[in-house]
């Protein structure tokens, strides 16, 4: 029956309850229906026992599959000289077709040689018959035409003719007797020779069959003992694997172990880069003061040049005024005097003239005013003109310096910054490569990790 649960708890999304049992066992159910989806380790062998497990069944395995390849050997030791047997059994077995198929197709000649033989010798002995019959006619013939000596003159030739051909066709016969005999003899050669192949294939069938029996047992040996090998060689290969499996995760523990150091090593770099950031910033800043205390100098010194000019040209503008002033001082008391002279001159006579002369003195009147407004404008220019530009020149001078004040420490200051900043920017890129080595490190440890795994 089910075990008395201990404690329970469901997953994320309650579809699964997981529960643990009083013996340690922790079981996964559907919540559903109740079924037992599966069961986990509640306290899990460490990674070290589970290699040394590993490690031991590999070598288990290696013996034994050493032992099942020692006894496959052996019975490929027992059965490789019955393969030599029948082998050698089926090349005997070729050879001796081979001699029968030659003996008979000698015997086969033979005896077509013989038939035709024996047909030859027969056509001579009936050829010889017929001559000889012919010989008869021709010695009865003799007999009757004693008298005509021509009559008998031919056919003494003819008999003569006939009896040779008799002896040479018993010529022939004697030789046919011989080929006869030889041929025979030859045949009976061949058909013991066959008879003799016929036995002995008979006899390397049957050993052959006897033997293929015991190839045939030798082979189900061989294939029981690789049958055993190959079963072993798969054990084998799953606890390699799982050593290997288990010593990937432990090199897997060992990277998680060191990926723990990366926060120390960004907090330092995000650290790093803010200090940069911030003195790059204050750098920054520095130089636009700087380049901005700069342009207010050039400025200054700019408005200084124009202010030595406008000086210069006050100073030229003075000499020409006080000419002027001179020249128009001079004219006025020249003006003055002509205004007093005609005056004094018009003043004894009548007033009818003196009208006609109030142009004049109008005329001189105002000539006179002018040359005294201009006088006093000039004098007053003169007295006002060098002594601003000199002020303005000062001010701009003074100016200058307090720049030139205010510029240096910011120079100072800026070129010190500019150290800290290196300085900073150094420690931050060796932060930053630091990191980068880190995660690279990483990133191969992972690699190696992934290479480490089963390939199947």
Do not use: C
Request: aromatic residues 2%.
């Amino acid at each position: 029956g089910p075990e008395i649960m201990v404690t329970t708890s469901f997953n994320h999304d309650g579809s699964k309850l997981i529960s643990g049992s009083w013996d340690g066992t922790i079981q996964i159910h559907n919540t559903a229906d109740g079924k037992l989806i599966g069961n986990i380790l509640g306290n899990p062998p460490h990674i070290d026992t589970r290699i040394e497990i590993a490690n031991s069944q590999t070598k288990l395995t290696e013996q034994k599959i050493s032992e099942a390849k020692s006894s496959h050997q052996e019975s490929l030791a027992q059965l490789n000289p019955v393969i030599e047997k029948i082998n050698s059994i089926n090349n005997q077995l070729e050879e001796k077709r081979k001699i029968k198929t030659n003996t008979s197709n000698q015997l086969s000649a033979l005896k077509t040689k013989l038939d035709s033989a024996i047909n030859s010798q027969k056509e001579s002995q009936q050829n010889i018959t017929n001559f000889k019959k012919e010989e008869s006619e021709i010695v009865k013939s003799l007999e009757e035409t004693k008298e005509d000596p021509e009559k008998t003159k031919s056919l003494q030739s003819k008999l003569a003719l006939i009896q040779s051909e008799i002896k040479t066709k018993e010529k022939e016969i004697q030789n046919f007797n011989k080929i006869i005999s030889d041929h025979e003899l030859e045949i009976k050669q061949n058909e013991t020779v066959l008879a003799q192949t016929d036995k002995e294939i008979a006899n390397s069938e049957s050993q052959l069959k006897t033997i293929t029996s015991q190839k045939t047992s030798l082979d189900e040996n061989v294939k029981s003992k690789l049958s055993i090998v190959d079963s072993l060689s798969i054990d084998s290969q799953k606890a390699s694997s799982q050593l290997i499996f288990w010593k990937a995760q432990k090199f897997n523990h060992e990277r998680h172990q060191k990926l723990k150091e990366r926060l120390t090593i960004e907090n330092l770099f995000n650290q790093t880069l803010t200090d940069y950031e911030t003195a790059n910033t204050k750098q920054t800043n520095l130089t636009k003061t700087r380049e901005q205390k700069e342009k207010e100098l050039q400025d200054v010194r700019v408005l200084i040049s124009e202010n030595q000019k406008k000086l210069q040209i006050a100073i030229n503008e003075s000499a020409r005024l006080k000419a002027r002033i001179e020249i128009d001082k001079t004219i006025l008391e020249n003006r003055k005097s002509i205004l007093k002279t005609i005056e004094s001159t018009i003043k004894s006579v009548a007033d009818e003239i003196k009208k006609e002369y109030e142009s004049d003195i109008n005329e001189e009147t105002n000539k006179i005013k002018e040359l005294t407004k201009r006088i006093s404008s000039n004098t007053e220019s003169l007295e006002t003109q060098v002594p601003d530009v000199k002020s303005k020149l000062a001010e701009s001078l003074k100016l200058q310096q307090e720049i030139e004040t205010q510029l240096k420490p910011i120079i100072d200051s800026e070129n010190k910054h500019l150290i800290v900043l290196k300085e900073l920017k150094a420690v931050h890129s060796q932060s930053e490569q630091k990191l980068k080595s880190f995660d690279s490190n990483m990133m191969k440890m992972r690699e190696e990790f992934l290479n480490m795994l089963p390939k199947s």
